[in-house]
């Protein structure tokens, strides 16, 4: 079992700066992957950025400038500095945790993140 908790959501104006936090605990200890993804009302839910445990990352197209996916393994916690933040990124952030070689995801509760124009 692994237990993710979210933080750091929050209203901001559009241009504006955001930092989102997941706490891992639990079955930890192992290798594995990190990811935010959200879902914006009425739409799936898609990928944001993710991280391997190297710190290898890959960002969504929309995204690429301007969020920063990061990890402190030590600490078991996941990062999003998400900056010039647009309306279109209004959702709810959800983070996710899977362990190497693993098909089993494990999900935050999420964190709602509202841009205003």
């Known amino acids: 079992q692994v237990q993710l908790v979210e933080s750091g959501g929050g209203l901001v104006q559009a241009g504006g700066s955001l930092r989102l936090s997941c706490s891992a605990s639990?079955?930890?200890?192992?290798?594995?992957?990190m990811a935010w993804y959200r879902q914006a009302p009425g739409k799936e839910r898609e990928l944001v950025a993710g991280?391997?445990?190297?710190?290898?990352?890959n960002n969504a197209d929309s995204v690429k400038g301007r969020f920063t996916i990061s990890r402190d393994n030590a600490k078991n916690t996941l990062y999003l500095q998400m900056n010039s933040l647009k309306p279109e990124d209004t959702a709810v952030y959800y983070c996710?945790?899977?362990?190497?070689?693993?098909?089993?995801?494990?999900w935050g509760q999420g964190t709602q993140v509202t841009v205003s124009s």
């Open positions: 991280i391997t445990e190297g710190g290898t990352t």
């Open positions: 639990g079955n930890t200890d192992c290798i594995s992957t």
């Open positions: 996710a945790y899977r362990p190497l070689g693993s098909t089993q995801t494990w």
